[in-house]
């Protein structure tokens, strides 16, 4: 197993335009996360699915803001009408059950919105 | 509302030397911390996670503490490289999630290693 892997690696966009993002988590890992992480913060929980069950959005997935995990296996999100506040690094992790024994977390997407 | 604390925010250090990063977190009903690295531009590395069972980790030259009733722990790195640089982030892991999620992030400790 590679561990938690994420396309693209870098994303830049124009304003307005829609995005998605790929998150291939660890196989046998049932829950998968996506966070989101600005300069010089930590990263901020956005959702996260038991498998192909959303079960919590932060207040921070907006509207504009969809994920999705059809098979329970990889997830995408995406991001509708893009704006400028939307740069940010998003880093998807997987853990097994509750995550009492860790997360992984793979290398982000680093999107940038001109 | 777990709120995690990272002092100092950054940190620059010769190498060779051994120093510590700390961590504080105001709930202390957490049930495991963890510790991660990050490269500039690039995804977080774990390096240790303590369940709240255990005081401590080692890996290496790292070692890990946590005192649960204080809210606290810290991260010792023994001689220090330039390797080592990087952004180092503590994380607590809580059993209520919510729109907070159960996994909440400090803003991380910057460390340099000068050669």
């Known amino acids: 197993d590679t561990g938690v892997s994420q396309n693209p690696r870098h994303k830049i966009t124009k304003r307005g335009q829609n995005v998605t993002f790929r998150c291939d988590p660890i196989?046998?890992?049932?829950?998968l996360y996506w966070y989101r992480q600005t300069l010089g913060q930590g990263p901020e929980f956005l959702t996260y699915?038991?498998?192909?069950?959303?079960?919590?959005k932060s207040r921070l997935l907006s509207d504009r803001f969809s994920a999705e995990r059809p098979k329970g296996s990889f997830s995408t999100l995406e991001i509708q009408r893009t704006e400028q506040g939307d740069s940010a690094m998003y880093l998807c992790?997987?853990?097994?059950?509750?995550?009492?024994?860790?997360?992984?977390f793979g290398s982000g997407t680093r999107l940038t919105v001109v | 509302k777990q709120e995690v604390t990272q002092i100092p925010a950054a940190l620059s250090v010769p190498e060779g030397e051994n120093l510590v990063l700390n961590c504080s977190f105001t709930?202390?009903?957490?049930?495991?911390l963890q510790w991660f690295r990050q490269d500039p531009g690039k995804g977080l590395t774990s390096l240790l996670l303590?369940?709240?069972?255990?005081r401590e980790q080692t890996s290496g030259r790292l070692n890990a503490s946590l005192d649960k009733s204080s809210g606290r722990s810290t991260l010792y790195i023994a001689a220090s490289q330039p390797g080592d640089s990087a952004t180092y982030l503590c994380?607590?892991?809580?059993?209520?999630?919510?729109?907070?999620?159960?996994?909440?992030f400090g803003k991380g400790t910057k460390l340099s290693v000068k050669p």
């Open positions: 196989s046998e890992h049932n829950r």
């Open positions: 303590i369940q709240s069972s255990q």
């Open positions: 994380a607590v892991f809580m059993n209520y999630g919510g729109s907070q999620g159960n996994l909440i």
């Open positions: 992790a997987s853990s097994l059950d509750r995550g009492l024994h860790g997360y992984t």
């Open positions: 709930d202390s009903a957490i049930y495991n």
């Open positions: 699915f038991q498998n192909e069950a959303q079960l919590e």
